[in-house]
T-cell receptor, first 117, second 109 residues
Framework: GAVVSQHPSRVICKSGTSVKIECRSL??????MFWYRQFPKKSLMLMAT?????????EQGVEKDKFLINHASLTLSTLTVTSAHPEDSSFYIC?????????????FGPGTRLTVL | GQNIDQPTEMTATEGAIVQINCTYQ??????LFWYQQHAGEAPTFLSY??LDGLEEKGRFSSFLSRSKGYSYLLLKELQMKDSASYLC??????????WGAGTKLIIKP
């Protein structure tokens, strides 16, 4: 099956700093990638849909100036958490669809656990 | 609005069978997914149903009734490693996944 990688897997940063998370589709081209956030014991919450070569579409309540998304190529999308604060500590997961495939399955990256001190 | 309902938590015994139900109301339908998620890990794909009926894959089976807006995931011969959260998700008319809150399955020896 298709593989999606995320980097880093875990990051600890000081309050006020920015953190960049990378999401890569390793063996397929992903015109669309999705960024999710998950708090402990809660379900996945879609933050934004990232489209290659265009601006991301953010869900209601997600600050686009705080969570910067760049999808510069068909295999890479990045999420930058700017001026991170402790309340941004969460599990961030990306996923991608292989539009050339024969299913609508979304393939998930392994996730990035962000801890803001 | 769009809504996915599934039980919050279920408990079952090792070796037994458990059925996790999911009901949905969405704007359009392009398939229903079941994912397994262990604590601290990303979801992993279990099954995909787009037509009515039962899809069997080893110990896991998934059923769909589009007219009833209903699906279930059936897990047989339960193993301790099956303890996880099981997420039901429906792809709507915009090909966006609508997620349920997940069902935490606890397996007891």
């Amino acid at each position: 099956g298709a593989v999606v990688s995320q980097h880093p897997s875990r990051v600890i940063c000081k309050s006020g700093t920015s953190v960049k998370i990378e999401c890569r589709s390793l063996d397929f081209q992903a015109t669309t990638m999705f960024w999710y956030r998950q708090f402990p014991k809660k379900s996945l919450m879609l933050m934004a849909t990232s489209n290659e070569g265009s601006k991301a579409t953010y869900e209601q309540g997600v600050e686009k100036d705080k969570f910067l998304i760049n999808h510069a190529s068909l295999t890479l999308s990045t999420l930058t958490v700017t001026s991170a604060h402790p309340e941004d500590s969460s599990f961030y997961i990306c996923s991608a669809r292989d539009f050339a495939g024969d299913s609508n399955e979304q393939f998930f990256g392994p996730g990035t656990r962000l801890t803001v001190l | 609005g769009q809504n996915i309902d599934q039980p919050t938590e279920m408990t079952a015994t090792e070796g037994a069978i458990v059925q996790i139900n999911c009901t949905y109301q969405t704007s359009g339908f392009n398939g229903l997914f079941w994912y397994q998620q262990h604590a601290g890990e990303a979801p992993t794909f279990l099954s995909y149903n787009v037509l009515d009926g039962l899809e069997e894959k080893g110990r896991f089976s998934s059923f769909l009734s589009r007219s009833k807006g209903y699906s279930y995931l059936l897990l047989k011969e339960l193993q301790m490693k099956d303890s996880a959260s099981y997420l039901c998700a429906v792809m709507d008319s915009n090909y966006q996944l609508i997620w349920g809150a997940g069902t935490k399955l606890i397996i007891k020896p």
